[in-house]
């Protein structure tokens, strides 16, 4: 059972990899002010914000490493780096990581930092594991950080949320109360919505560089698919009334499921756990000398698994996934002998491991089942009950 998983997680390996290895269509402008069409290694940065980048001129051109210091921005699509000197307070937000000191602490650092809005005001964002900060530039003014620190205070955890005080000094409109102020989070969506508001409010112009996305927490998916199933039965000691070892050759049969999808508020939505109730039947008939025996085989499977997504260029993903599968089957699964005691056919857990690809609401996977017990009620009688499946995917909402 291990080693065809383990095989499946080294090629879904190397597709991520491949994934990652992709060059796309980007610009970057250096120290002397020139812009510089060409491609772009697109490393996501999603745990850490660039410190470099890896450029091509043309697709079969070599590529090339531009440092922080050699440009001035760069961009991939709409999202886009420029290069500022900042203060930067790196209080871990982490709670067993909180101090006792509710003031920033701040080292001057050179970062590119992720562009969300251009205007009177404009807003930045850096990001790392544990830290995420925001910036703002008020008139073309240096680039300040919006203040936001969690600390302790009589081991209970408290927030400094300078960042309120500091939008409503420096960002007054007559549109803008000290009310919404007050409710905002410290969060892209929150914060751009703000900014939006008050360049409207000042007449000024608004270039959204990236937009704040907000992924779905929860997603609902009909899953219909073909299952190719085979059951090895095993009988250690066959006798007059228990039947002899068979093997029923695999089937394609129809299975239908409903999945269950949960986002965690972390790795912007790569990571997801899901629960997926499932019918699945399998029927078929094996002989061995002159004994026939036939499988009519029933149940709801419950795979429960986690899923990581690779984000494509072009809004799709592929994702790979594993998991357990609980079974229960129906009472009237049997493993019927013709001439000797049948077998009531009894739920066993079992692993399973899968990859597909998703574009908007549709999906389709590959997904593998092996060696699951099916009889685990009779003490001389072993059972595989092996699945190779290719399951679409219909995604409700």
């Given at each position: 059972?291990?080693?065809?998983?383990?095989?499946?997680?080294?090629?879904?390996?190397?597709?991520?990899?491949?994934?990652?290895?992709?060059?796309?269509?980007?610009?970057?402008?250096?120290?002397?002010?020139?812009?510089?069409?060409?491609?772009?290694?697109?490393?996501?940065?999603?745990?850490?914000?660039?410190?470099?980048?890896?450029?091509?001129?043309?697709?079969?051109?070599?590529?090339a490493?531009?440092?922080?210091?050699?440009?001035?921005?760069?961009?991939?699509?709409?999202?886009?780096?420029?290069?500022?000197?900042?203060?930067?307070?790196?209080?871990?937000?982490?709670?067993?990581?909180?101090?006792?000191?509710?003031?920033?602490?701040?080292?001057?650092?050179?970062?590119?930092l992720?562009?969300?809005?251009?205007?009177?005001?404009?807003?930045?964002?850096?990001?790392?594991?544990?830290?995420?900060?925001?910036?703002?530039?008020?008139?073309?003014?240096?680039?300040?950080?919006?203040?936001?620190?969690?600390?302790?205070?009589?081991?209970?955890?408290?927030?400094n949320?300078?960042?309120?005080?500091?939008?409503?000094?420096?960002?007054?409109?007559?549109?803008?109360?000290?009310?919404?102020?007050?409710g905002?989070?410290?969060?892209?969506?929150?914060?751009?919505?703000?900014?939006?508001?008050?360049?409207?409010?000042?007449?000024?112009?608004?270039?959204?560089?990236?937009?704040?996305?907000?992924?779905?927490?929860f997603?609902?998916?009909?899953?219909p698919?073909?299952?190719?199933?085979?059951?090895?039965?095993?009988?250690?000691?066959?006798?007059?009334?228990?039947?002899?070892?068979?093997?029923?050759?695999?089937?394609?049969?129809?299975?239908?499921?409903?999945?269950?999808?949960?986002?965690?508020?972390?790795?912007k939505?790569?990571?997801?756990?899901?629960?997926?109730?499932?019918?699945?039947?399998?029927?078929?008939e094996?002989?061995?000398?002159?004994?026939?025996?036939?499988?009519?085989?029933?149940?709801?499977?419950?795979?429960?698994?986690?899923?990581?997504?690779?984000?494509?260029?072009?809004?799709?993903?592929?994702?790979?996934?594993?998991?357990?599968?609980?079974?229960?089957?129906?009472?009237?699964?049997?493993?019927?002998?013709?001439i000797?005691?049948?077998?009531?056919?009894?739920?066993?857990s079992?692993?399973?491991?899968?990859?597909?690809?998703?574009?908007?609401?549709?999906s389709?996977?590959?997904?593998?089942?092996?060696?699951?017990?099916?009889?685990?009620?009779?003490?001389?009688?072993?059972?595989?009950?092996?699945?190779?499946?290719?399951?679409?995917?219909?995604t409700?909402?």
């Amino acid at each position: 059972m291990k080693a065809p998983i383990l095989f499946a997680v080294f090629i879904l390996a190397a597709m991520a990899a491949h994934c990652q290895m992709k060059f796309e269509s980007g610009y970057y402008i250096n120290n002397e002010g020139q812009r510089v069409e060409c491609l772009i290694r697109n490393m996501e940065w999603k745990n850490t914000y660039p410190k470099s980048f890896e450029f091509r001129l043309e697709e079969a051109s070599a590529s090339a490493e531009v440092q922080i210091e050699g440009a001035r921005e760069f961009g991939i699509g709409s999202t886009i780096y420029r290069r500022f000197t900042v203060n930067m307070d790196r209080s871990s937000d982490r709670t067993e990581r909180l101090t006792e000191n509710r003031n920033p602490e701040f080292t001057n650092e050179t970062l590119f930092l992720k562009v969300l809005l251009v205007g009177k005001a404009s807003l930045f964002q850096y990001e790392e594991s544990g830290l995420l900060r925001f910036f703002y530039s008020l008139d073309q003014s240096p680039v300040q950080q919006l203040i936001y620190k969690r600390f302790i205070v009589k081991e209970n955890a408290a927030r400094n949320d300078t960042y309120k005080q500091q939008l409503l000094n420096e960002l007054k409109c007559e549109t803008v109360s000290s009310k919404e102020v007050e409710g905002l989070n410290y969060s892209s969506t929150d914060l751009m919505k703000f900014f939006v508001k008050y360049n409207q409010c000042q007449g000024a112009s608004v270039a959204t560089a990236a937009k704040a996305v907000k992924r779905d927490a929860f997603n609902l998916t009909i899953r219909p698919g073909v299952s190719f199933s085979s059951l090895i039965l095993k009988n250690a000691a066959p006798n007059v009334f228990w039947g002899p070892s068979m093997e029923f050759a695999s089937k394609p049969t129809f299975r239908l499921g409903v999945e269950f999808e949960f986002f965690g508020p972390f790795n912007k939505g790569n990571w997801s756990a899901f629960i997926e109730p499932t019918f699945q039947s399998y029927s078929s008939e094996a002989a061995s000398g002159a004994t026939t025996a036939k499988v009519d085989y029933r149940s709801i499977e419950i795979p429960v698994g986690i899923r990581h997504y690779i984000f494509l260029a072009d809004r799709s993903t592929i994702f790979i996934n594993g998991g357990l599968v609980l079974d229960y089957p129906f009472s009237s699964s049997t493993v019927d002998y013709a001439i000797h005691n049948d077998l009531a056919i009894s739920g066993e857990s079992g692993l399973f491991a899968g990859a597909g690809y998703k574009r908007n609401r549709y999906s389709a996977e590959f997904r593998a089942a092996f060696g699951r017990g099916v009889v685990p009620l009779y003490r001389d009688f072993t059972s595989k009950y092996n699945q190779f499946m290719l399951v679409l995917g219909y995604t409700l909402f």
